[in-house]
């Protein structure tokens, strides 16, 4: 299943694979170029060790919060990487690959409460792959420091050390959204995307507003069920390692790594009310999985695919731009390729991926694990070589 398709750090190669093993075939491979003129602007080119997520929480103009893989959460303020990490937990992480400290996601009232999510892997559990866990923290009395007093809300044992997702969100329901891989290997061999008694190869949706464990939203689409487990937004899918709302709209966007030809985008309208199966381990992209046909009944197709071609291996959304820099740009969803580093982007129309473009200004050339957005709905481009770039007006 490992293979080096583009010349990469050695460092990364791991990454780049593992998130990977994944392919846009509908749109074309090389949609035509934006329109706009846009540019990377450097905000941080040294001091951080393999940033893998930016966020900020509402409201907070002033700061970025950067996630390192080995479980460092950082500080960009006012343009200045601070030396003292907002959080620490390299001791409570594994170190493989596909592990580490994952995800992170304010709570819609941070400015109130104080209090965050994170998603990591432990190297503890009962199977090979150790474990993810979803805890909750809050800042101490520094805001620029958390108080290291853990409250583990989730913990879901991992069959492979790949796959392992880690992705949070809150959505604009207040609810929380987890997204996790079918558990690894290759071709899913335990049957995790179409298996709802589970929680692999799913995005998850909770209620953490109280200040204790999780409780299941009412609105779930098997709340209460005794076969399928509650906590189940939606499935079928193999490394949702990247999702994201429209922050206008509510839409929710899921890139998913595909296995060793195709990658896809899905979208789920706001509308929905979950439940969607997105046909992984039958499909991968928009083709059967494995055969020649197979049967597509009750499934949701992606809005969009591409295949390996040109070195690209592994899909990594971004979001929808909801900035005021560039008004040009609004409503567009942004994603990128881990080991191509090119930048692409669509809009989400009447239910299609329409306007396909490459942004050529923006290409990284390699190992972009994540986008970010802050707190003004600006766009950043991470590179696992320790860059954060912001998406700025080409002068």
Request: hydrophobic share 35%.
């Amino acid at each position: 299943m490992k293979r080096s398709l583009v010349v990469v750090p050695a460092v990364l190669l791991g990454l780049a694979i593992s998130f990977a093993c994944g392919g846009d075939s509908t749109n074309g491979n090389n949609p035509p170029p934006g329109g706009d003129s846009v540019a990377l602007q450097p905000v941080v080119t040294n001091g951080l060790s393999f940033p893998l997520f930016l966020t900020a929480p509402s409201g907070d103009l002033s700061r970025l919060f950067v996630i390192e893989k080995d479980g460092r959460i950082r500080i960009i303020k006012n343009g200045t990487l601070l030396s003292t990490p907002f959080l620490d937990i390299t001791a409570k992480t594994s170190k493989g690959s596909e592990q580490g400290l994952l995800g992170m996601a304010f709570y819609p009232d941070y400015g109130a409460s104080g209090r965050f999510i994170v998603s990591y892997t432990s190297p503890q559990g009962t199977l090979s792959g150790g474990t993810s866990v979803i805890s909750r923290f809050q800042v101490s009395a520094n805001a620029d420091i958390a108080d290291t007093t853990e409250k583990v809300l989730l913990t879901l044992d991992q069959p492979y050390d790949n796959h392992n997702g880690g992705m949070i969100a809150f959505g604009k329901d207040g609810y929380l959204y987890a997204g996790y891989g079918d558990g690894g290997s290759g071709g899913d061999p335990d049957g995790h995307g179409q298996n709802r008694m589970d929680l692999l190869g799913s995005l998850l949706r909770l209620d953490v507003a109280g200040s204790g464990a999780y409780t299941i939203p009412p609105t779930n689409p098997w709340a209460g069920s005794l076969s399928i487990a509650n906590e189940l937004w939606n499935y079928g899918l193999r490394n949702p390692w990247r999702f994201s709302f429209d922050r206008l709209t509510g839409d929710l966007y899921i890139a998913d790594v595909g296995q060793g030809a195709l990658e896809e985008i899905d979208v789920q309208p706001a509308a929905s009310t979950g439940g969607e199966n997105y046909g992984w381990n039958t499909m991968e992209g928009l083709s059967c999985y494995g055969a020649a046909t197979c049967n597509q009944t009750g499934l949701t197709l992606p809005v969009l695919d591409y295949p390996h071609a040109g070195g690209a291996c592994a899909v990594t959304g971004g979001y929808v731009y909801r900035g005021s820099a560039i008004p040009s740009l609004q409503g567009v969803y942004f994603y990128s390729d881990y080991c191509s580093g090119w930048v692409h982007s669509l809009k989400y129309v009447g239910g299609l991926a329409t306007d396909p473009r490459d942004w050529p200004t923006l290409a990284t050339g390699g190992g972009v694990p994540s986008f970010g957005e802050d707190a003004a709905g600006e766009l950043y481009v991470l590179t696992a070589s320790g860059t954060v770039y912001r998406v700025v007006p080409q002068p």
